[in-house]
């Protein structure tokens, strides 16, 4: 049974970082490309950044260029998420997901092609 498991959230000021960190495990880690979507309320749910289970290419949102970084430990079959700069736009329930689909990188991002999915982790940034 895959479960896919998010930690890390919490409240953080402006400007002020966080590290997520999702655990996989019931999969073989190396097989899938992981992504990182998030929901803000009244919102739809986007893609924020995926890491490649064959180049180890990283994408990431305009919105978050340059401030988050995606990172994958194989060995631990954990995903992980350094948020620097945090702004209270970002504010949104993160989730952690997983797919065995090689996306070019127009879908990368693209939250149809995944098919595991943690419960997610809120992120709140006060102003």
């Known amino acids: 049974q895959v479960q896919v498991v998010e930690s890390g959230g919490g409240l953080v000021q402006a400007g002020g970082s966080l590290r997520l960190s999702c655990t996989a495990s019931g999969l073989t880690f190396d097989d899938y490309s992981m992504g990182w979507f998030r929901q803000a309320p009244g919102k739809e749910r986007e893609g924020v950044s995926c890491i490649s289970r064959t180049s180890g290419n990283t994408y990431y949102a305009d919105s978050v260029k340059g401030r988050f970084t995606i990172a994958r430990d194989t060995a631990k079959n954990k995903l992980y998420l350094q948020m620097n700069s945090l702004k209270p736009e970002d504010t949104a329930v993160y989730y952690c997901?997983?797919?065995?689909?090689?996306?070019?990188?127009?879908?990368?991002?693209?939250?149809?092609?995944?098919?595991?999915w943690g419960q997610g982790t809120q992120v709140t940034v006060s102003s």
């Open positions: 997901a997983a797919t065995r689909i090689i996306l070019p990188p127009v879908y990368s991002l693209d939250s149809k092609y995944y098919n595991y």
